[in-house]
């Protein structure tokens, strides 16, 4: 079975109130205070500028839409994720903007400390936003990123 994402994550009031100048967002309240909006086709279309969004090296990440990242997190941290697995194997991207700029990334490789476990990306991002994990398990499935697997799924359990 595959995992696929491609989201910006934030503190759930940040992400609601900036959300509402996109038409089309979803927003999912995930745990620990965070919300995702995942990256549909509808939002990728009204946020890009047109450019190539490939400068920091996501497949979906729209071009422009660093810009308005980058002015949301003044309100508070911000992060743009993006991995896909299947059977055990893929990759994660994350990035996390903090004060009006990029503050983290882009990261595509997990960081190994000497004598830890390795820490991937978008646990890395999230890190940012000072979540809490338990003995065993990683920021990831901290905040209920598992909870689903694609972006279809996260859009149907999602308000408007």
Same mark, same amino acid.
């Given at each position: 079975?595959?995992?696929?994402?491609?989201?910006?994550?934030?503190?759930?009031?940040?992400?609601?109130?900036a959300?509402?100048?996109?038409?089309?967002?979803?927003?999912? /309240? @995930?745990?620990? $205070?965070?919300?995702?909006? %995942?990256?549909?086709?509808?939002?990728?279309d &009204? *946020?890009?500028?047109? +450019?190539?969004?490939?400068?920091?090296?996501?497949?979906?990440?729209?071009g422009?839409?660093?810009?308005?990242?980058?002015?949301?997190?003044?309100?508070g941290?911000?992060?743009?994720?993006?991995?896909?697995?299947?059977?055990?194997?893929?990759?994660?991207?994350?990035?996390?903007?903090?004060?009006? /700029? @990029?503050?983290? $990334?882009?990261?595509?490789? %997990?960081?190994?400390?000497?004598?830890?476990? &390795? *820490?991937?990306?978008? +646990?890395?991002?999230?890190?940012?936003?000072?979540?809490?994990?338990?003995?065993?398990e990683?920021?990831?499935?901290?905040?209920?990123?598992?909870?689903?697997?694609?972006?279809?799924?996260?859009?149907?359990?999602?308000?408007?």
């Amino acid at each position: 079975m595959g995992y696929e994402l491609q989201a910006v994550i934030a503190a759930d009031e940040l992400l609601r109130v900036a959300s509402r100048e996109i038409p089309g967002t979803r927003v999912v /309240s @995930l745990q620990q $205070g965070l919300s995702l909006m %995942p990256m549909t086709d509808e939002v990728f279309d &009204a *946020v890009t500028d047109g +450019s190539d969004g490939g400068d920091l090296g996501f497949w979906k990440l729209p071009g422009g839409f660093e810009t308005l990242l980058a002015k949301w997190s003044s309100a508070g941290p911000i992060a743009y994720v993006e991995a896909e697995y299947f059977g055990g194997v893929g990759e994660q991207r994350a990035a996390a903007w903090a004060g009006g /700029s @990029l503050a983290l $990334g882009p990261l595509d490789k %997990p960081e190994k400390k000497r004598f830890s476990r &390795a *820490v991937s990306p978008i +646990s890395q991002a999230l890190r940012r936003f000072g979540e809490r994990k338990s003995l065993g398990e990683d920021e990831f499935d901290a905040v209920g990123l598992d909870r689903h697997r694609n972006n279809e799924d996260w859009i149907s359990s999602s308000t408007a």
